[in-house]
């Protein structure tokens, strides 16, 4: 199996992205916003977590405000991967207040998913005590796949597959496409010689096929954990196993003591809760009232 080791976040990954998002929000023009705030007017802002998280996509929330007032000024407060706890002050910021209005949800979204991935996946690794490594999947949402497996990333999670070339991957309906698991890594062999293989396995017949075939990495798909451990058994020595199919947190402790190396999570970036906070803006002159204009 090959992983990407740990990366940054290359701002030219999420720069269309941001300009994307602020678009379907922005649309015709913040009417509000265009309406109530001057556009001289310029504000400070303070991006505040409501519960505990830990910190991912600060820099993509940060573009967001960027793209609409480009002296923006920009301080974080806390540092990517870094739990936070309720009440922490994650950024600070200074800019006209206009832009920072009208990009405040668009960055919020981001920001907030992006925490909720990261929290998740540092709750399974915690979990995972070290004794297995903890991989995410290709169940992202469309377009935001970098992303997101950024937020697994500095939460101390694994990326598997970033996508369709990264890897061989030869899942179920390959084996059935090609008649066995034997005559599937045999084609993809043909194409490939040297290429790491991994299959997926539903049994533990289709674990000896696998194993015969010589393949790297055998993944178990949805076995009960007896039925891991002895994949793990007969693969030791031959191949690395990754568990898959639904993996409730309290079910990790069991699978890190069955000696399998990986265990792949679609939940990680599948079901995301995202993380509340608030955007507290304040003016940097004192608000005027009608007949203080007058």
Not at 242 to 261: C, F, I, N, W
Request: glycine share 8%; proline share 4%; hydrophobic share 45%.
């Amino acid at each position: 199996m090959r992983v990407a080791p740990f990366a940054s976040l290359d701002p030219a990954s999420y720069r269309e992205i941001v300009r994307r998002a602020l678009a379907e929000d922005v649309r015709w023009g913040d009417v509000t916003t265009e309406a109530v705030v001057p556009a001289e007017l310029t504000a400070t802002g303070v991006i505040v977590v409501s519960t505990s998280c830990v910190l991912a996509g600060l820099d993509v929330a940060m573009e967001c405000f960027r793209q609409l007032d480009p002296h923006v000024e920009l301080e974080a407060a806390r540092r990517e991967g870094e739990r936070c706890e309720s009440g922490t002050e994650l950024a600070r910021l200074r800019g006209g207040a206009a832009a920072l209005l009208t990009a405040e949800r668009t960055a919020l979204n981001f920001l907030q998913r992006l925490c909720g991935i990261a929290t998740v996946t540092r709750d399974f690794v915690d979990a995972s005590s070290g004794r297995i490594t903890v991989l995410d999947t290709r169940e992202t949402m469309p377009t935001l796949r970098a992303l997101e497996k950024y937020a697994v990333r500095v939460a101390g999670g694994v990326n598997h597959r970033v996508g369709l070339d990264d890897g061989v991957l030869v899942g179920v309906n390959h084996v059935r496409m090609a008649g066995s698991v034997a005559e599937a890594v045999r084609r993809m062999r043909a194409v490939d010689a040297e290429l790491p293989i991994e299959v997926e396995v539903q049994s533990l017949d289709d674990v000896d096929a696998a194993l015969e075939a010589g393949v790297t990495t055998v993944k178990v798909d949805g076995l009960p954990i007896d039925a891991v451990r002895e994949a793990v058994r007969r693969s030791r020595g031959r191949a690395k196993v990754e568990v898959s199919g639904p993996v409730p947190l309290d079910r990790m402790a069991e699978l890190a003591q069955t000696g399998a190396e990986y265990v792949s999570i679609a939940q990680l970036t599948q079901a995301v809760t995202p993380i509340e906070m608030t955007f507290e803006l304040a003016s940097d002159v004192a608000p005027q009232t009608g007949a203080q204009r007058r």
